[in-house]
């Protein structure tokens, strides 16, 4: 198991707030930004987690190979604020983020994966462009599906989804909501950023990211999905073997396709 919460020498960290909200800045040590800002968000199943997650997960990389700017947002978690305190929280951070960078992209991973896709579609309906979404294995239906249901995978399963859901949204764990809180919920997915996005076939957030991904597509917006076998929620972050570097990998080439063909598609207001 891989757990690691400090950075490691190819990055500097500042630590501050933005629109009150405690966030890390993550810039690379030995080069120059390259002028993309990712929001990335933290999981935790909308309960636990904190910021400095950031330095075991996939954006990390992206600072140290590609020069991107990370900002890692200390969001409110449900067992203190729940909906809208966590997506409101990261939108914050990227309205300010969105008046520093030439490129903006949003990504996280769990919880945080539903926090980005979430955040996607306020950018969307509140006009600000995001170049490039990145939700892994995302929590987003509250409504159990075929995979979340009776699932007793590893890390997380369906115990611990109820759980979260139920602090996250309260009264409301199980009805129809805003797809700010559950992004499952949309319906409307034209003019959301293309996304690239992982799973494994075993874990509960399977079937929901599959439909997320198809729900983009049918809307016109470029989206793929690729698939692991394993039941391990967030196995990338927790393993060091030959799947978790498989992952590891296409994720960095579909990362470097989006800076090739998105770069640019972002940060002004829509007109």
């Given at each position: ?13 500042q630590k501050t707030k933005v629109n009150g ?145 139920r602090l996250y949204l309260r009264k409301n ?99």
């Amino acid at each position: 198991m891989k757990i690691r919460l400090t950075p490691d020498k190819g990055i500097r960290v500042q630590k501050t707030k933005v629109n009150g909200v405690p966030v890390l800045i993550l810039r690379p040590a030995e080069r120059a930004p390259a002028g993309v800002g990712l929001l990335w968000i933290h999981g935790g199943g909308y309960i636990t987690g904190m910021k400095e997650m950031v330095y075991m997960s996939r954006a990390a990389d992206l600072v140290r190979n590609y020069g991107v700017t990370v900002y890692s947002p200390g969001y409110r978690l449900a067992w203190l604020k729940p909906y809208p305190a966590a997506v409101e929280d990261c939108y914050r951070v990227l309205e300010s983020a969105a008046g520093r960078e030439a490129t903006l992209m949003v990504g996280g991973e769990s919880a945080g994966g539903g926090l980005a896709a979430a955040v996607c579609m306020m950018a969307r309906d509140r006009g600000i462009r995001i170049a490039f979404q990145m939700p892994l294995y995302p929590m987003i239906s509250n409504i159990d599906t075929e995979s979340s249901r009776d699932n007793h995978g590893r890390v997380w399963n369906t115990r611990r989804n109820h759980i979260g859901w139920r602090l996250y949204l309260r009264k409301n764990a199980k009805k129809p909501v805003s797809p700010y809180a559950a992004p499952a919920w949309q319906t409307d997915y034209a003019n959301l950023p293309p996304c690239y996005t992982f799973v494994g076939d075993g874990e509960p957030f399977y079937a929901e990211t599959l439909q997320y991904v198809e729900n983009l597509k049918r809307a016109g917006v470029e989206a793929e999905a690729s698939v692991y076998h394993t039941d391990m929620h967030a196995f990338d972050m927790l393993r060091d073997d030959d799947l978790s570097r498989e992952a590891i990998g296409a994720f960095n080439r579909h990362f470097e396709y989006a800076l090739e063909h998105y770069a640019g598609r972002s940060t002004n207001k829509f007109t």
